[in-house]
């Protein structure tokens, strides 16, 4: 296992980190090496250069008033002073015979100057690097002239500035070396400490993966990315446990609402069978199946109409609509059932159009569920009225019933799929009605709300986002 880990090792981000890390780090450091080598550079040249200029002023202002000799015994102080091999000096006559000069025998690829350099005045050398055959260093030469036209050149290796310079380089490439195993191993630390959330989520996600969904990643320290990271993660943990609870709780809703329609089909089935009956018998047997099976096949329709509408699988047609048209077409649907149990119907919408996009069957179904659930829990002599209005923020659509009222224990309950309180389990259903007309909603992107009161009945209100109200 270790060695699959360290051949995974090159793979992983916290070697890429690293790696990214030394490589800026070895790039910055390079770059600040080119950028003081050239500045030493030009200035160890301007310092040289500097030195000639002085050395070719001294030497012209001794010839002028002291003559040849005296400047004979300045070049021999001179090269004895500085080296024989470092540095020479010489007095050219114009046409660039020499006249007097030091040792040139190290010099000996010393090119006779015919003539001054081009722009050659008294008051301005020229300056020249040259590489000498014989000589193992470059050479900075500086020709000037003198008060007769005669021309003074002073030349001088530049062995002490290479040897600075060599030392330079060296030093600086042992300092690249350890700077970049220790650029290394900072960025290694930092990106470890780095992607110790993601790894504290990995370890949560591979728990969870042996069945442990009560387990959290625990909080950190390394950054708002990645407690923002083990936020998000904790956050869809909580709702996949919740899924899972829910999921299992659906199943056994499912279970036990399919469990007495089955029961009761085969017991009506096995008692036709076991007993003595004729065909009239049988008819009325066949139709009770059908019903049941009906029953069922409802519940497993309303079922994944639910579980389409709210994972979005299910496409919503979405027309423009007058919501009053919707209304009136439900109510009038099921006045004949409010008048079999003696319930007053009553329809309040206000005069032009409740415009609203959406898909016209859906949205019929939820209205029509609440309008059947409201009529189902009324008493007789009661009254339901249903009733539409525009908002400056969208549509709101009321079903208000005089039936007893909801119990505080059951109404966040009542929209839970199979869910049925106390004083409905006596009343036909299968407890998916009120979930499908809220999925139907949320899907369109509205909502609804429950408020009741005892002796006031109870009030269910749409809420639909619609176009804003002309001002």
């Not at 690293?18 to 050239?38: E, K, N, Q, R, S």
């Not at 089955?262 to 049988?282: M, P």
Request: proline share 4%; aromatic share 6%.
């Amino acid at each position: 296992m270790y060695l699959k880990r360290g051949a995974d090792f090159p793979r992983t981000v916290t070697f890429r980190l690293t790696l990214w890390y030394t490589l800026v780090f070895g790039g910055l450091a390079l770059m600040v090496f080119l950028i003081v080598y050239l500045s030493l550079t030009l200035y160890l040249r301007e310092q040289m250069d500097r030195a000639l200029l002085s050395k070719v002023n001294e030497f012209g202002a001794l010839y002028d008033s002291h003559g040849i000799e005296a400047l004979r015994s300045e070049f021999h102080r001179e090269t004895q002073s500085e080296g024989e091999n470092n540095v020479f000096c010489r007095l050219l006559s114009s046409d660039g015979r020499k006249i007097v000069s030091s040792n040139l025998k190290p010099w000996q690829g010393l090119i006779t100057l015919k003539s001054p350099p081009s722009g050659v005045t008294r008051r301005e050398p020229v300056f020249r690097s040259l590489n000498l055959p014989g000589v193992n260093h470059r050479t900075r030469v500086i020709t000037g002239l003198t008060g007769d036209g005669h021309i003074i050149e002073v030349g001088i290796t530049s062995r002490a500035n290479e040897i600075m310079m060599k030392k330079y380089r060296e030093t600086f490439g042992t300092a690249l070396v350890i700077m970049l195993i220790c650029g290394g191993l900072v960025g290694w630390l930092l990106a470890r400490k780095a992607m110790a959330g993601v790894r504290r989520v990995t370890r949560t996600a591979t728990q969870i993966g042996k069945r442990n969904l009560a387990r959290r990643v625990p909080p950190g320290n390394e950054g708002e990315e990645i407690n923002a990271l083990a936020c998000a993660f904790n956050e869809m943990l909580e709702r996949i446990e919740s899924l899972v609870r829910e999921l299992k709780q659906v199943t056994d809703n499912v279970a036990h609402e399919l469990r007495t329609p089955i029961t009761r089909i085969r017991g009506i089935a096995e008692t036709t069978l076991n007993s003595s009956a004729d065909r009239n018998e049988f008819r009325e047997m066949a139709a009770s199946v059908i019903e049941g099976s009906d029953r069922i096949i409802e519940m497993i329709n309303t079922m994944l109409e639910i579980t389409r509408t709210d994972s979005g699988v299910a496409e919503l047609v979405r027309t423009s609509l007058d919501l009053r048209e919707i209304i009136r077409e439900a109510v009038d649907l099921f006045k004949p059932l409010a008048e079999d149990k003696n319930i007053a119907l009553q329809l309040e919408i206000p005069p032009g159009d409740i415009l609203f996009s959406g898909d016209r069957s859906r949205i019929q179904r939820a209205v029509a569920n609440l309008i059947d659930n409201a009529i189902k829990y009324t008493s007789s002599g009661g009254l339901v009225k249903v009733s539409a209005r525009s908002h400056p923020t969208g549509i709101k659509v009321i079903i208000a019933d005089t039936g007893p009222a909801i119990d505080e224990k059951d109404i966040s309950h009542i929209f839970d799929r199979f869910y049925r309180g106390d004083e409905s389990r006596s009343t036909p259903g299968s407890g998916l009605g009120l979930s499908l007309a809220l999925t139907l909603i949320r899907a369109h992107g509205g909502d609804i709300f429950v408020k009741s009161s005892p002796g006031r009945g109870n009030t269910f209100t749409i809420t639909l986002p619609g176009p804003p109200l002309p001002s």
